[in-house]
């Protein structure tokens, strides 16, 4: 691929998958890529917890919050995303890439996931994205790429990460993880984001052979 054409190239893109998916490491590679072809970027991170946004999102995920429904959970994340939403826009207008681990996408896993059947999925899916899309005014992504590392794999790399140290509500909940990695694969595939593998047989693979494939669907 030319210059000329890597030089036109706008996107807004996203990189979501499952807890202990290596997302931030592929975000990483992934920028040091950018910096050599010359592409200029902003990367975000949802959410935010180290930002007065994250709030709601933080006491949520440490339980301190009883019968919260799936449209409740979904304000929490989506507020965090408003917070920087001014930010998120300049930078779609300024720079050639927006890379964002996790985002409105999440959002759609973590809360779809839940539902018992498929009407009940589409009913949330069109709430969080009436909200976060309509409502709050968030920008859509031009490119979802969801990272499939199995849930026995990347529970195995989450606990390994952890070492011990405390989790919030949903990373101590194997049968939730299990559920939600499943059904999440179905998901991306029937919303039409890219999947890309990132194992084989019981074994992760190494994180450039991942970070390639990222690649060649963004550039080329």
């Known amino acids: 691929m030319s210059l000329f054409i890597l030089k036109i190239i706008k996107m807004f893109v996203v990189i979501d998958g499952v807890d202990a998916s290596w997302k931030t490491t592929q975000l990483k590679l992934l920028t040091q890529h950018l910096d050599q072809i010359w592409k200029t970027y902003d990367i975000y991170d949802f959410p935010q917890y180290g930002l007065p946004s994250s709030f709601f999102v933080k006491e949520y995920l440490a339980g301190n919050f009883e019968n919260v429904t799936p449209k409740q959970a979904s304000l929490f994340y989506a507020l965090d995303r408003y917070y920087v939403k001014d930010k998120i826009l300049n930078s779609i207008k300024t720079k050639d890439f927006v890379l964002s681990n996790r985002y409105t996408t999440s959002n759609i896993v973590h809360q779809a996931t839940k539902q ?6 589409n009913e949330i899916i069109n709430f969080i994205e009436e909200i976060e899309y309509e409502v709050l005014g968030l920008p859509k992504p031009d490119k979802v ?28 909940d194997y049968e939730y993880l299990k559920n939600s990695y499943f059904r999440s694969l179905e998901l991306a595939k029937k919303l039409g984001w890219d999947i890309i593998k990132c194992y084989e047989n019981d074994k992760p693979l190494p994180v450039e052979k991942i970070n390639e494939k990222i690649r060649k669907i963004l550039l080329n």
């Open 145 to 172: 790429i969801f990272l499939d590392m199995h849930i026995d794999i990347a529970w195995k790399l989450n606990l390994e990460r952890g070492g011990g140290s405390w989790r919030d509500i949903h990373e101590q």
């Open 116 to 121: 018992p059947d498929d009407f009940s999925q």
